[in-house]
Structures are given as structure tokens and as C-alpha cells.
């Protein structure tokens, strides 16, 4: 909502205009009601405000003078389309063959980034790999806010708190990374990675715990770039000589998803981060790659191969025609 009279929504990725109009005083009285059960508030000290509304729904607020003349609103309804990597199949994100190396990945314990730009579909993709994680093992969840859905029985999701009226109380998603390694973790999952949790994100992959996470990026390579660098945020301490060959040694597999002009949400690449870096880079390798508009397989292959076999999986029979050949 920009202004009381232009009321957009976004529906199949495209933004439309409403026919909702409503009046200045009416839209205050709106964020009011919406804000009441969230314990926050928004006035000039304060002109942002970030809550969650009862049913999930994630409200941010920006009001004058920081915005021109109106209040802008922003909801945003977190819809899951798929629950498995099949029906991301028959949507058209993935090709089979795609989501059955992917499904072997998770199963295999492999670490997984899941990049992309904002409303491409990364949090529904990893709501889809988490639902391939073994029934067997104990998930742990750190998020802003609750969007993750693992269909798991032994899970812990954990959100982040802000600070209350009088600015105490922030618990922050550094501070659940950490907590979530004193939790007996088999498996963790980070919904998304912005600042200096990053870094203790690393540590907890680099010494053997699997886990998952989306990070906002334009391609793969992007992502491992911005991986490099987000840890540089936690202190003066931390440099690229600890932190390149650490993410190079930390993170298995990213999963780029883009979003077509259509509206269309589609994985756009799966590239293998082989564990080499050299010269502050990071090494890749395409394990599947877009060309003429398709998702097709690659040159590269995946790290860890003992893996794929440990878990029952013959690698070459997956990236060959996706099939389990166990």
C-alpha cells in the first residue's frame, strides 16, 4: 500500500493495482489494529516498525517524513505452493532429474545454499529440501520469522524477538545459531542469512553439522562471494584469509532460483562448490545449468561422492538420467 488511494497486490509475481481505497484516517486506524497484538509501535522515534500479525503474515510500516505524504504498508502473506521437490517438478521449478539429485544431496547430508532475489521462491525451495531430510534426524530452525514448515518429528523452529518498548529484550538470529548448537542438532536449517550470523553459520557447517540456509543473490557465484564477505561483519578480527577457504570448505551445493518475466519461479542453476580456492576466489563447478531456456545437466560434478554411496545413492546414474540406482 503506497498511499490510502493505490492499494497494490502482488499475485502470480506480477504487482497489480486494486480498486481498495482507503481514507488517512482509516489506514492509521488500520496499522493500529494490525500493530496491537505484535506489542510494537511506530511514531517519529520510531518511523519503521517490523511485526508479525496472528496468522503468520509478515506487516512492515514506514510513515512520514521518512516516506513523501502517506504510510506505506507492506504484508507479506508467505503461501506455500509446494511441500515436496515433486510438486516443484510438476509446477515447472526443477526437472525431475534435478529434484533427484537434490533429494539425494539432503539425504547425503550435503550443505546447501539456496540463492536468489526477493519473491523468486528460495523459501519455498528449501521448505521442499527440508522435506527430504530423514524422518530419523533432530532439525533445528532459526528464522526472523516463522516460514518454515519441516514435516519432521523431531523439530525445534526458533524465531528471532526485536527489542520491546523500552529497547530490551532483542534476541537476534546470531544469537539462535549459537543456541541452536547446544540443542543436539543432526541437521540446521537458517532461513536466511543477512549480516554477522553468517559467520557462525560457517563454523557450525565446517565442524560436520549439515545444514541449509537462502541468501539473497543474483547467481551462484554471487552467493558464495556475499558468503565470503557477510562474515567480515562480525568483527575487525575476521578476514578473507579465514573466511574464503572456510566457505570453500563449508558449503557443498547452491541452488540458484530465478523468477521468469511471466511470473514463473524456476531453479536456474546447481553449482558444486568443490572444497579449492585460490587467490581470495572460490572454485565452482556447474552441476546443472540453464541453456536455451532449460534446465540441463552440467560438466560438473558434486563434492563428497562417498557420501552419495554411504547413503545408497550411485552419483553417475543420478546426474546421468536421475534415477536411484542403489
Not at 504484508?75 to 515447472?92: M, N, T
Not at 539456496?114 to 521462491?121: E, L, N, R
Not at 553439522?209 to 561483519?233: D, F, V, W
Request: aromatic share 4%; glycine share 8%; hydrophobic share 45%.
Amino acid at each position: 500500500m503506497n498511499e490510502p488511494g493505490r492499494v497494490f497486490v502482488a499475485r502470480r509475481g506480477r504487482s497489480e493495482l486494486t480498486t481498495t481505497i482507503l481514507a488517512p484516517g482509516e489506514l492509521a486506524d488500520l496499522v493500529e489494529r494490525m500493530l496491537r497484538t505484535s506489542g510494537r509501535r511506530i511514531d517519529m522515534s520510531t518511523p519503521f516498525v517490523d511485526a508479525t500479525m496472528p496468522d503468520g503474515s509478515r506487516l512492515h510500516v514506514v510513515i512520514p517524513d521518512i516516506t513523501r505524504r502517506h504510510m506505506a504498508v507492506n504484508i507479506r502473506k508467505f503461501v506455500l505452493q509446494a511441500h515436496s521437490l515433486d510438486e516443484l517438478v510438476a509446477l515447472g521449478t526443477l526437472t525431475p532429474q534435478a529434484a533427484r539429485f537434490l533429494e539425494a544431496a539432503v539425504v547425503s547430508g550435503l550443505n546447501v545454499l539456496v540463492a536468489g532475489g526477493t519473491q523468486a521462491g528460495k523459501t519455498t525451495l528449501l521448505n521442499c529440501l527440508c522435506a527430504a531430510i530423514p524422518a530419523r534426524e533432530r532439525v533445528i530452525t532459526c528464522e526472523e520469522v516463522f516460514e518454515l514448515r519441516v514435516p519432521l518429528p523431531d523439530v525445534v523452529a526458533m524465531q528471532t524477538r526485536q527489542p520491546n518498548l523500552e529497547g530490551a529484550g532483542e534476541i537476534p538470529l546470531r544469537r539462535l545459531v549459537k543456541e541452536a548448537l547446544r540443542m543436539r542438532p543432526s541437521r540446521i536449517v537458517v532461513g536466511e542469512v543477512r549480516q554477522e550470523e553468517c559467520l557462525d553459520l560457517l563454523i557450525a557447517l565446517n565442524s560436520g553439522l549439515p545444514g541449509m540456509c537462502t541468501l539473497h543473490a543474483n547467481s551462484a557465484r554471487e552467493a558464495i562471494t556475499k558468503m565470503c564477505t557477510l562474515p567480515l561483519l562480525a568483527g575487525e578480527n575476521i578476514g578473507h584469509a579465514f573466511v574464503v577457504p572456510t566457505v570453500a570448505a563449508s558449503v557443498d551445493l547452491v541452488v540458484h532460483v530465478g523468477s521468469d518475466p511471466d511470473g514463473r519461479r524456476r531453479v536456474r542453476e546447481v553449482v558444486a562448490v568443490p572444497g579449492r580456492a585460490e587467490d581470495g576466489v572460490v572454485e565452482l563447478a556447474d552441476v546443472f545449468t540453464t541453456r536455451d531456456g532449460r534446465l540441463v545437466r552440467g560438466t560438473g560434478y558434486p563434492p563428497h561422492p562417498e557420501r552419495f554411496a554411504a547413503a545408497g545413492f550411485d552419483l553417475p546414474g543420478l546426474l546421468d538420467d536421475g534415477r536411484w540406482r542403489t
